[in-house]
């Protein structure tokens, strides 16, 4: 299911300041960051928050339980979070956080996004701890 209006509308709800400052630069960031999701998982099931300013992308669309990852568009970079970040395998020390789950990274251009080892964090993100997605309810 394609949410393009829907993630467009997330990422343009900042401020007229914040817009002036990085529009363009954190709009494509956020745009490749999710191109990077689907190219990696085609069948990626993706909520979009406008409220919350909060993409999810799961095998479902219960958030507790079968999202793996989801970004949030800020000031001056967007910030790719995943919801077990804390359990993942990250040798090369990407995430960032203290939370008891959660970890993200912060995605300051779309070259940030040809890391091998974050692509490689989120192929594993995308196994781990959620349901594989039910294709009967597609």
């Known amino acids: ?8 509308l997330a990422i343009e709800s900042f401020s007229e300041e914040i ?3 990085a529009r363009q ?3 494509e960031i956020a745009r490749q960051t ?3 999701i689907y190219k990696v998982f085609p069948e990626v099931v993706e909520l979009v928050w406008i409220r919350q300013k909060n993409i999810g992308f799961g095998t479902g669309i219960k958030k507790h339980t079968e999202h793996f990852c989801w970004i949030i568009p800020a000031t001056n970079h ?3 979070g995943f919801n077990y970040g ?3 395998s990250d040798p090369t020390k990407l995430l960032e956080g203290t939370g008891k789950l959660f ?7 779309v070259k940030d996004l040809s890391n091998p080892n974050l692509i490689e964090l989120l192929k594993y993100a995308t ?8 294709t009967l309810k597609k």
């Open 127 to 134: 196994t781990y701890r959620v349901p594989p997605i039910n």
């Open 34 to 36: 999710r191109q990077l």
């Open 1 to 8: 299911m394609d949410h393009s209006e829907e993630f467009e």
């Open 25 to 27: 630069t954190r709009k």
């Open 78 to 80: 967007v910030t790719w």
């Open 103 to 109: 970890r993200h990274y912060k995605v300051k251009s």
């Open 86 to 88: 804390a359990e993942l």
């Open 19 to 21: 817009k002036e400052i």
